[in-house]
């Protein structure tokens, strides 16, 4: 895992713990898991609309948002992205 995503993943954590206000992390924990997996499928959906525009800076943009959604979402239900990794390791051998 890359140092980007080891820290970005250990503000979501703290966010999550420590809940400070004014946080826009702390507001999608706030507002549930029906919230964040909603905000995961608008993001998706915007890649797709970037992609399709052929809008490469907007597609990494938006493709950085559906990542940060995702690792919201990821330790909403209790995961990691290492949970993840180990998915992909498992398919690549077998």
Same mark, same amino acid.
């Given at each position: 895992?890359?140092?980007?995503?080891?820290?970005?993943?250990?503000?979501?954590?703290?966010? !999550?713990? #420590?809940?400070?206000?004014? =946080?826009?992390?702390?507001? $999608? %924990?706030?507002?549930?898991?029906?919230?964040? +997996?909603?905000?995961?499928?608008?993001?998706?959906?915007?890649?797709?609309?970037?992609?399709?525009? !052929?809008? #490469?800076?907007?597609?990494? =943009?938006?493709?950085?948002? $559906? %990542?940060?959604?995702?690792?919201?979402?990821? +330790?909403?239900?209790?995961?990691?992205?290492?949970?993840?990794?180990?998915?992909?390791?498992?398919?690549?051998?077998?």
């Amino acid at each position: 895992m890359s140092d980007v995503v080891r820290d970005l993943e250990r503000v979501i954590r703290q966010r !999550q713990a #420590d809940m400070p206000e004014g =946080s826009y992390t702390t507001s $999608l %924990f706030r507002d549930g898991t029906q919230r964040i +997996a909603q905000k995961v499928g608008e993001e998706g959906v915007e890649v797709v609309i970037a992609a399709l525009a !052929q809008d #490469d800076g907007r597609l990494a =943009s938006e493709m950085a948002d $559906l %990542f940060y959604h995702s690792l919201v979402l990821l +330790a909403d239900r209790g995961l990691s992205w290492a949970d993840v990794e180990a998915v992909f390791v498992r398919r690549a051998h077998g």
